[in-house]
């Protein structure tokens, strides 16, 4: 992928600016896209097409959140398993999936050309291959305009609230999932998270290793070691879970929960792309 | 005399040091990593005082108080435990290999919990402990009404514990492949991590244990005559099926806790009671006793060990026991005495049938079901039969899924056939043997070592993994040639093994793990043309080279004795039906994952039909497993369309059921 040269950006620029509504290459319907899992199905709402059909969709409502899945959006079965014979029927403009989910493509090439998203494959950070694969997803479905201001738009977002940031004191923090109430996940070093909060000058509480998909799984007591620091904790959380982690007399006394400093925040899809970026920052802002 | 009497004392004392070394040695070692990781947390002067005045202020006395002593206390209650339910249950059903798994009521304790957990969560707000044991209670019970029929004999209970624990985790995989990201706590907690957040667990579980081992020692004189026949022990006075009973009970109610408290801990129930019969504990009042030590040690030591290992994610101490436990289990092999107690009259005495009418009529019914598999689908607007133009699109979606699973449950069919006559063992099925587990365990190691998992690379893993299992199954069968209680052993011990790693690996929260779920709970999903060309290709030669051994297979259900008499060259013999078994096991395990049920049942039904002589039972078997893995995989492709259900879980599913209802009718 071709980095964002000055080239890229004026030509970007200059269609926004010339209204591309005009151009005849929107007033064709929009491709029909299928998406075999969500990070590659938020890219795709992102660019302002509604995917015909999404893997696990009531999965995605709960998990990914936003951008939300357009009304009549097909459910194509679980992530794991996505229903060929149903996307056969559909016959979709293009399939969208993303890296290291083992899947076989040669039965989705057959159906319709296949983009994946090659995430966390180790080759960059994160936040820079979210924006060069979104530029990728725009040429692939001829929406370049709206991938460049999408990234540009992340990238203002992001920076905006990093001044919103910059009079507070600098307090290191902590983003975690729960999903039982004796270990979280941490993400840190590899994290799109990780690279949000680089750029939002924020310091990420937890710096040891990580695996290849930028988190840690833990025990509840190692949280020790981020002393007092703010703990972002990602919805959604089980209600019994919940219930668990209150009774707890080690969670009750680990000093991040007794200096009160654990906030909760909407879902967030650790593994997304630039709208999970932003997600993020804003919740981030709020919390 | 005296002579004697100072050598029976010599003996009773090395014994007695056997015992103290197998519980000793243990001890010294994980107090002394505990004692080291102490240091580390907390200085020496500070562990009493910060006891029992607590300085929550201070980090290091807040874990100390709320992480390390919990974790270090339910180490030992559950190994504890664990220790006293083994040699309870194998006491009770006179079988060395009885644990909690054996007879259902983890499998219970695991579906309930994750029913709960998915669909009812304000079940959990009082805490695991009564759901699970609800489960855990109502499997055994079920086991127990399945077995009740045959007075509750070994065998029975062993074949009834496997059937309802392989329906109860068949729906529980069900349940988590179709909730996969609220499945997370599941996975964790399934994998048996001694992780605390307080002190309300071990007060909880403290007290069970204590009733239980109160419960237990004042059942220990009915317990001991056990030993006895049951005639026997029924002329002393005491009744058999009222001890089991009660017996049962505690056993149950321990392991539920234990379940509740921190999932599933395999091994050490299986491994604590052998080590100590081993170590020279005779008597069933000295293994109540040195069992539950045993067990709280070697649980003990693991879970300090799974601390000082160098990993990311610390492995949960209940996939580190099956680690350390299955080569232990190797190893004690050649020294462990198994009584196999061959209940031929196990299932239904049916009219015997020639059954070759029957097997044209199979030929029949399996091609229809075939055409009707390939036609009758669903699609975006409903129930569709596919005409002849669609079926050129449709055909290569759905030809190598349906070649694949006929293949596959053909193959098991055989093989489950042929290791039940081999073995004499009823409950022989290919994945007791280790091969399917040792195909997953090459899979999911690929699944670590690389990010880039694909197709051929998925074989060839699975390919190795069978392999190295077979080769380790081998020898410590072949300690007394191929003795088939052995091999069964071997086999569950890599079985173990295998189904411990997974579970780490699902606990990893890796989003790859789709793929994994899906193989492993034997979906045809993945199937290629390929795959379905070397299915079709082992199934044909395995058809044509096994009525070669028919003779063997009369023969070899007498006994070995009456093998020997009847001039089979034994190991010859086992060695040749090793590998019809093994080759044909991995085949289908590659392309269809590590299903059982198939292998299990299919020559049962055959049975049961009664096609009970070698060759019919053979072709019969093949039939009944091909037609029943299609009839799955096409009804888990249609019933919560665009959803799949794997095959293998469905077989399972809707088998166990089948399976138990026909033990019960034939229970008379």
């Known amino acids: 992928m071709a980095p964002l040269t000055r080239r890229r950006c004026l030509a970007g620029l200059a269609a926004t600016s010339l209204g591309v509504r005009g151009d005849p290459a929107h007033t064709a319907p929009p491709p029909r896209v299928a998406c075999l899992e969500w990070t590659s199905a938020e890219m795709v709402i992102s660019l302002g097409i509604g995917p015909v059909a999404v893997a696990d969709s009531k999965g995605y409502r709960d998990w990914v959140a936003g951008p939300a899945l357009p009304a009549g959006c097909l459910d194509l079965g679980s992530r794991g398993e996505p229903n060929l014979e149903l996307l056969l029927e559909l016959k979709p403009d293009l399939i969208t999936g993303a890296y290291g989910y083992g899947l076989d493509e040669a039965p989705f090439r057959r159906i319709a050309p296949l983009h994946t998203v090659p995430f966390y494959d180790g080759t960059e950070a994160p936040y820079r291959q979210a924006e060069n694969e979104t530029l990728k997803l725009g040429s692939q479905l001829g929406r370049e305009a709206e991938a460049l201001r999408l990234v540009q738009e992340t990238a203002a977002a992001i920076s905006q609230i990093r001044a919103q940031f910059s009079g507070r004191a600098d307090q290191p923090l902590a983003v975690v999932s729960m999903f039982d109430d004796r270990h979280v996940r941490v993400y840190g070093k590899g994290s799109l998270f990780q690279d949000v909060l680089d750029r939002l000058s924020l310091t990420n509480a937890w710096t040891a290793p990580t695996d290849s998909w930028g988190f840690s799984m833990l025990g509840i007591e190692e949280l020790v070691a981020i002393g007092e620091a703010r703990v972002i904790s990602l919805d959604p959380i089980p209600p019994h879970v919940k219930i668990r982690i209150d009774q707890s007399s080690l969670w009750a006394n680990l000093p991040c929960v007794k200096a009160g400093n654990v906030r909760t925040i909407p879902p967030v899809w650790p593994f997304g792309g630039l709208a999970a970026a932003t997600r993020f920052a804003t919740f981030l802002a709020r919390a | ?668």
């Open chain 2, 1 to 668: 005399m005296t002579i004697m009497q100072s050598t029976a004392g010599h003996r009773a004392r090395f014994k007695a040091g056997m015992l103290v070394a197998l519980v000793g040695v243990p001890a010294v070692l994980a107090a002394y990593l505990t004692a080291a990781g102490l240091l580390r947390l907390l200085p020496a002067d500070m562990w009493w005082q910060s006891l029992g005045a607590t300085d929550f202020a201070d980090p290091r006395q807040l874990l100390y108080r709320h992480a390390f002593l919990p974790r270090l206390a339910i180490s030992l209650l559950a190994g504890a435990a664990l220790g006293l339910t083994g040699t309870l249950l194998q006491q009770l059903l006179r079988n060395p290999l009885a644990e909690p798994t054996t007879i259902g009521t983890n499998a219970g304790a695991t579906v309930a919990l994750t029913i709960a957990t998915l669909y009812a969560p304000w079940m959990l707000e009082q805490g695991r402990e009564w759901v699970a044991l609800a489960g855990g209670a109502l499997s055994t019970l079920a086991v127990l009404a399945l077995a009740r029929g045959r007075s509750f004999s070994p065998v029975a209970i062993i074949i009834s514990g496997l059937v309802v624990s392989l329906t109860c985790s068949s729906a529980s995989a069900l349940l988590m492949a179709a909730n996969r990201e609220y499945s997370e706590e599941l996975f964790i907690w399934q994998s048996g991590s001694l992780i605390q957040n307080g002190d309300a667990v071990v007060l909880g579980f403290a007290p069970w244990l204590a009733m239980a081992g109160i419960a237990a020692f004042l059942l220990l004189r009915p317990l001991r005559l056990l030993d006895l026949s049951d005639e026997g022990a029924e002329s002393l006075g005491t009744k058999p099926v009222v001890t089991r009973l009660a017996g049962m009970t505690v056993a149950v109610a321990l392991s539920s806790m234990v379940v509740a408290a921190v999932g599933v801990i395999s091994f050490v129930a299986l491994a604590a009671p052998a080590l100590v019969r081993l170590a020279g504990a005779r008597t069933l009042r000295q293994r109540m006793i040195w069992a539950p030590l045993a067990g709280a040690m070697l649980l003990w030591l693991t879970d300090r060990l799974v601390q000082v290992l160098p990993f990311t994610s610390e492995i949960p101490a209940g996939v580190a026991t099956a680690f350390l436990g299955a080569p232990l289990l190797f190893l004690l092999l050649p020294k462990l005495r198994t009584s196999p107690d061959r209940d031929g009259t196990m299932l239904a005495s049916v009219r015997r049938r020639s059954g070759w009418a029957y097997l044209l009529l199979g030929l029949v019914a399996m091609a229809l079901l075939l055409c009707a598999a390939l036609v009758v689908g669903r699609g975006a607007t409903g129930w569709h039969v596919a005409s002849a133009a669609e079926l050129a699109d449709l055909q290569p979606l759905r030809a190598p899924r349906i070649v694949v699973a006929v293949c596959a449950g053909m193959m098991l069919g055989v093989v489950g056939t042929l290791m039940q006559r081999m073995t004499g063992n009823p409950m022989a099925a290919p994945e007791v043997l280790g091969i399917s587990g040792g195909a997953s365990l090459g899979i999911l190691l690929l699944f670590v070592a690389t990010s880039d998992v694909n197709r051929p690379a998925m074989i060839a893993a699975g390919l190795v993994g069978a392999l190295v299992s077979l080769a380790m199954v081998s020898p410590a069968g072949r300690q007394q040639p191929l003795a088939p209680d052995r091999l069964l052993l071997s086999g569950v011990a890599v079985a173990t093994m295998a189904s411990a790693f997974s579970a780490v690996m699902l606990a990893s929260g890796d989003p790859r793990l789709d793929t994994l779920i899906g193989w492993l709970s034997g979906s045809t999903y993945r199937a290629t043309a390929a795959d379905a060309t070397i299915a079709a290709v082992a199934a044909t030669a395995l058809l044509a080279i096994v009525p070669l051994t028919s003779r063997w297979l009369e023969i070899l259900p007498l006994g070995e004795a009456a093998s020997r008499g009847l001039g089979l060259g034994l190991f010859r013999v086992r060695v040749v039906l090793l590998v019809l078994i093994s080759v044909p096991t991995t085949i289908a395990t590659l392309v269809i994952g590590p299903l059982s049920f198939v292998g299990l049942m299919a020559p049962h039904l055959a049975r049961m039909l009664g096609l009970r002589r070698a060759l019919p039972q053979l072709f019969a078997s093949a039939m009944l497993g091909g037609m029943m893995l299609v009839s799955v995989d096409w009804a888990g492709r249609m019933l919560i369309f665009p959803w799949q259900i794997p095959a293998g879980l469905l077989a399972a599913l809707v088998g166990g059921p089948y399976f138990m209802v026909l033990m019960w009718k034939g229970r008379q």
